[in-house]
């Protein structure tokens, strides 16, 4: 018989915890940059969340650089399969369509997703898929390469509004009406953004372009 009987009474109101790891780690970070970005991640920030102390997190990643690592591995998901898919346009569309909706889900993705790195098999898996998209198209190596580094650039660009030169002029409003009451100065972008009717067709036009140029090269291939 146990000497603390009063130990069973009070297991109803203690809550028991899963196991910490590293998947349960980055869940946390991953929610949190989801929630208010990823600046706001911080090793302290991730380990409230989990309600452990900060010490216990670095059983299980070093630092915050090794967590964004692990972050992004988990977030973009196993990478597509295409093979159901025939012809080389239609499964690079169904690919960045999919890319798109993975960075709109996590907004932070475009921003942690550049610069040297550690890259996950996931990660890599996806740029696996739409190179080999293109296998039987006739482009070099090189040249499948940079559509796929092209493609992928004009995801980025079309979902990050902190990039320069990326702005939504024809969706921003403010934007719009600074350009409007200086229009002597920019009469081109006047005429432009009036036209433009605030619609945000931005990715649809640059990913058709994108597509036939690279039919172009194919053909011409």
């Known amino acids: 018989m146990t000497e603390r009987p009063e130990l069973l009474w009070g297991l109803g109101d203690q809550e028991i915890r899963p196991p910490l790891t590293v998947t349960r780690v980055a869940a946390a970070g991953i929610a949190l940059a989801d929630e208010v970005g990823l600046a706001a991640v911080s090793m302290r920030q991730v380990a409230g969340r989990l309600g452990v102390t900060k010490m216990a997190l670095y059983r299980h990643v070093v ?7 692990v972050m992004i ?31 709109q889900l996590h907004p932070w993705l475009p921003a942690a997703t550049v610069g040297e790195r550690a ?43 902190a990039t320069a030169g990326t702005q939504p002029w024809n969706r921003d409003k403010s934007l719009r009406r600074q350009i409007a009451d200086h229009g002597d100065r920019f009469p081109a972008l006047v005429a432009a953004t009036d036209e433009a009717h605030g619609d945000d067709s931005s990715w649809e036009f640059g990913l058709a372009r994108i597509f036939d140029g690279l039919a172009l090269l194919i053909a011409a291939s």
């Open 63 to 69: 630092s915050k650089a090794e967590l964004v690592a």
């Open 73 to 103: 591995e988990i977030a973009v998901g196993a990478p597509p399969d295409l093979s159901t898919t025939q012809g080389w346009r239609p499964k690079l569309t169904e690919w960045a369509g999919l890319m798109r909706e993975t960075w």
């Open 119 to 161: 890259m996950g098999p996931r990660e890599i898996g996806w740029t696996e898929a739409a190179v080999a998209a293109l296998a039987d198209t006739g482009l070099s190596g090189g040249q499948r390469l940079d559509a796929v580094f092209l493609l992928s650039g004009h995801i980025r660009n079309t979902r990050s509004t």
